[in-house]
């Protein structure tokens, strides 16, 4: 199965080094690479170093010059409209390749319009990393909770913001925080997304639009994020045994879907306190399971790219049927 990667960043230079470990059982190729810093690469297998040339002129004409079967759209955040990952992900569609994204701006802004869209082309559209770095969410409600409805969540869902906050307990500022967190490539590529709370936005936009038929934007979410907090007052609340934690919640109202986004301060025996470094927690309220979690513990990059591949997988699987 070939692939188009577009983007070339920390996940799709960690996605390569995956793909050659397992392609002795599952031959995926990589059939080109285009991004608009390095240029665009086109190639025949796994390569080591891509050899960039010019950037292809359009979006259009790299997927028609690589001929691939799975357009993996690995591009920054724009949480603002989602773009350009929406216009690279309408234009794989339009040429007849599936597509992985682990960028949450187009689950958050335009869901329900891409999955109407792979429907009609009759190909399939998945995003296992966009909220947890590859730990099964959305595959896990598709797979194995079947007629159940999830009727709101809460989750911890930045890992930035948990350092920055570890890091003002210990005694650093919230720009030691960012520095720690970029050094382990968890950050967004602006930051300022971590720590206003609008990569938690996207994220809760994506869950309620995927798992509840939300059909929001990460504007419709309430947010207010950590950028304002001290270390005094970080460490004034650890003295009482608090500390404050970057929640998202989800709850369905008479309304329609209701979404916020808080710096709040918790108790440290509360389960949502209880997320260390840069470790995720998400809880699914549903009607017939009750509640039920989902942690992961110290993602990195390693995890996301392998929830691009647990998505690949499963397309490909798809295929065979």
Not at 66 to 73: L, Q, R, Y
């Amino acid at each position: 199965m070939k692939l188009a990667l577009v983007g070339y960043g920390h996940v799709a230079r960690a996605l390569l080094p995956l793909l050659r470990r397992t392609r002795a059982r599952h031959p995926f190729r990589i059939a080109g690479i285009h991004t608009l810093r390095h240029g665009t690469a086109y190639c025949t297998g796994l390569p080591e170093a891509p050899e960039f040339g010019p950037a292809a002129s359009s979006i259009e004409e790299f997927l028609d010059r690589a001929g691939a079967d799975v357009a993996v759209e690995l591009t920054p955040l724009n949480p603002v409209t989602g773009e350009p990952a929406v216009a690279h992900i309408r234009a794989a569609f339009a040429r007849g390749m599936h597509v992985v994204t682990a960028n949450k701006g187009p689950v958050a802004h335009a869901y329900a319009a891409l999955r109407d869209q792979a429907r009609e082309c009759n190909l399939h559209f998945r995003f296992e990393s966009t909220v947890m770095d590859g730990t099964p969410v959305f595959n896990l409600v598709r797979h194995n909770l079947p007629a159940v409805a999830v009727r709101g969540f809460t989750g911890v869902l930045n890992s930035t913001s948990n350092i920055v906050v570890e890091t003002m307990e210990q005694g650093g500022t919230l720009e030691d925080g960012v520095e720690r967190a970029r050094a382990l490539g968890i950050t967004e590529a602006d930051a300022s997304y971590d720590l206003e709370g609008w990569d938690s936005a996207a994220k809760a936009a994506a869950l309620a639009n995927v798992l509840m038929d939300a059909r929001v934007t990460p504007q419709q979410v309430g947010v207010r994020g950590i950028g304002r907090l001290t270390s005094e007052r970080v460490r004034e609340l650890a003295r009482k045994g608090k500390t404050v934690r970057l929640v998202s919640r989800a709850r369905c109202g008479k309304d329609g879907v209701h979404l916020r986004v808080r710096a709040e301060v918790l108790d440290r025996a509360d389960v949502l306190a209880s997320v260390p470094g840069a470790s995720n927690l998400l809880l699914l309220h549903t009607d017939l399971m009750g509640t039920l979690g989902v942690l992961s513990i110290s993602p990195g990059v390693e995890q996301t790219a392998y929830g691009v591949f647990s998505d690949l997988m499963d397309i490909a699987g798809q295929a065979l049927r």
